[in-house]
């Protein structure tokens, strides 16, 4: 019973690039979130998908597209990464809106 | 000002004592209460959700929630090091979304 997976777990980029974080969970759960959690911030929601087909923008949505590939997918996109998006990224899922499962993250570096 | 507030700490106790970890939230409109823990580069996992006011245990783990003051507390009794980690209290409001506390990061020293 894998979870929640995100793939990679570490990854630098040069700014302007792009890059895809790719998150896939097992467990038949409806609802799916991506979140970065920054010092002394905490997590803040960039975007979620309520159900398959559906998404929708969080508390820090610019510079960040979303795909809803399945009910099993979710994948976070950077268009053009800029160093303000140094961040960990976590992708988690749920199928009651209370106990969310978390992926064990992606360390992102913007040099 | 934050709709969650949550002392970053960190709080360091020794072995075997009573934790009380904290936040205030400032919207009456929260229902649901969970407190999560995080330990070092792992994402966070449920410990423990609430609805109403007053007590839920769970082991050596209780959350109490007092509506009338907008405040929630995590007691964890019989403190072990492997219960040093970050602590972080979400609220949720709707039906999809949490409001994160920024998380207490708890040493509990042998």
């Known amino acids: 019973n894998a979870g929640v997976t995100q793939t990679p777990k570490f990854q630098v980029l040069k700014t302007g690039q792009s890059m895809t974080l790719q998150c896939a969970q097992d467990?038949?759960?409806?609802?799916m979130y991506w979140y970065r959690q920054d010092p002394g911030m905490g997590l803040r929601l960039i975007y979620y998908?309520?159900?398959?087909?559906?998404?929708d923008k969080g508390e820090v949505p610019n510079g960040y597209n979303v795909s809803r590939l399945n009910k099993r997918e979710f994948s976070l996109r950077l268009e053009s990464a800029a160093p303000s998006q140094t961040s960990v990224y976590f992708c988690?899922?749920?199928?009651?809106?209370?106990?969310?499962?978390f992926g064990s993250g992606t360390r992102l570096t913007v040099v | 000002q934050k709709e969650v507030e949550q002392d970053p700490g960190p709080l360091s106790v020794p072995e075997g004592a009573i934790v009380s970890l904290n936040c205030t939230y400032s919207n009456s409109a929260f229902q649901y209460f969970m407190w999560y823990r995080q330990y070092s580069r792992k994402g966070p996992e449920l410990l423990m959700y609430t609805y109403s006011s007053g007590n839920k245990e769970d082991g050596r783990f209780t959350a109490q929630v007092d509506k009338s003051s907008k405040y929630i507390s995590l007691f964890i009794r019989d403190s072990q090091p492997s219960d040093s980690a970050t602590y972080l209290c979400a609220l949720k409001r709707g039906n999809y979304q949490l409001i994160w506390g920024a998380g207490t990061k708890l040493i509990i020293k042998p």
């Open positions: 998908s309520a159900s398959e087909g559906t998404t």
């Open positions: 988690a899922s749920t199928i009651s809106g209370y106990g969310y499962t």
């Open positions: 467990m038949n759960h409806n609802s």
